[in-house]
Structures are given as structure tokens and as C-alpha cells.
């Protein structure tokens, strides 16, 4: 009778026992999602690690772009320059060989430095340079520098009566304004108006 009783207390202690099931195939689950969030976050940092690198090295090409650029653009302006300073020279020859030459022919002489001041005109013309000589012309403060106000009846009230200084301009855009006069009327003739409407 011990027998059957010990074996009913082993199972009553059995049973009194909290059972443990473990589920073999939850337990592999929770493994592999971690595993699989681990792998996810790997691949977004080397991805974030490439792009970055990426974006440094565009950067870096962007920069050295601009460098060049600005360096050729440089070398443009001074290739520019130099050219233009060679052009220039055998107008700079003439002028030192016309003050060289022995003459008592004035005539002569101004003819040889007309010859030198017209190859630098054309040397201008050439490099699109316009020459603004406006007399006769209405003032325009976009053009012209008033000096004076002339008194005459030559010209039209505020038009250019004297140019005391050509200006120039290149490619639409103005180098140096015109030195100008600009005509009023006489002021006798003023005068006479004014006695005229007293009387």
C-alpha cells in the first residue's frame, strides 16, 4: 500500500510543480528577429557610411571645380590684358620715334603724330571701343559730365554746346562720360524779355 502511495505523492508533487513548455520553434523566432534587426542596422550604417563618403568626395570635387574655374577665368583676364598691352606697343614705338626725329618742319611733325593718334583710333575702333562726342546733342547725365552752363542761341536749351573731353564706351557700357558745356539761353536775352513785359 506504500507503493501506490509514494507514487500518488511523486504525482501530486508533479503536478503541484509548474510545468515549463517550452515552445522550440518560438524560441528560434526570437533569435532570428534580433538577428535580423542587428543585420538591418549594420546595412543602414554602411549604407550611411557609403553616402557620406560619397557626399565628402562631391564636395571635394565640387571645390577643386571651382578652384580651376576661377583660376582659368583669371588667366583669361591677364591673356586678355597682355594682349591688349601688345597691341598697344608700336603705338608706343611711333610716339617715342616721333620724339626722337630732328625736323624743322612743324607741319611734318603733326602730320607724323595725326598718322600715330589715328592708329591709335583705329586700335580702339578695333577693340570696340566707341568714342561719345556729343556736341549739338541734349545732355544726358547717363553720358555726360556738365563742367558749365554756355550762355548761346547756337544750340537748344540744356543741349551740348561745348565738349571740353570726349568719353568713351565699350560693349554698351560706358568708360568715361563726356566733359561737356551746356547751353542756356543768353542772359540778354533774358533781359530784353523782361523789359519788354514791363513796358
Known amino acids: 500500500m506504500d507503493k501506490p502511495t509514494s507514487l500518488e505523492e511523486k504525482w501530486a508533487a508533479e ?3 509548474p510545468e515549463l513548455i517550452v515552445d522550440a520553434e518560438d524560441g528560434n523566432n ?6 535580423g534587426v542587428t543585420a538591418d542596422a549594420t546595412e543602414a550604417e554602411r549604407q550611411v557610411a557609403e553616402l557620406t563618403d560619397q557626399l565628402r568626395r562631391q564636395q571635394a570635387e565640387m571645390a577643386n571645380f571651382r578652384r580651376r574655374t576661377e583660376r582659368d577665368r583669371e588667366e583669361q583676364i591677364a591673356e586678355a590684358r ?3 598691352l601688345r597691341d598697344l606697343l ?14 624743322d618742319n612743324l607741319d611734318a611733325y603733326r602730320e607724323g603724330v595725326e598718322l600715330i593718334l589715328k592708329s591709335l583710333h583705329d586700335f580702339m575702333n578695333g577693340a570696340g571701343v566707341e568714342r561719345i ?3 549739338g546733342d541734349p545732355f544726358d547725365p547717363h553720358l555726360h559730365q556738365a563742367v558749365e552752363h554756355s550762355e ?10 561745348t565738349v571740353y573731353q570726349p568719353g568713351y564706351s565699350h560693349a554698351g557700357r560706358l568708360l568715361r562720360p563726356a566733359m561737356v558745356g551746356v547751353a542756356r539761353p543768353p542772359a540778354a536775352a533774358d533781359d530784353a524779355d523782361s523789359s519788354d513785359s514791363d513796358a
Open 15 to 17: 503536478a503541484a510543480e
Open 133 to 135: 562726342d556729343p556736341h
Open 90 to 103: 608700336p603705338v608706343l614705338d611711333d610716339f617715342e620715334r616721333s620724339l626722337d626725329a630732328e625736323t
Open 82 to 84: 597682355r594682349q591688349l
Open 30 to 35: 526570437g533569435d532570428d528577429s534580433d538577428a
Open 152 to 161: 548761346t542761341d547756337e544750340v537748344p536749351e540744356h543741349h551740348i554746346a
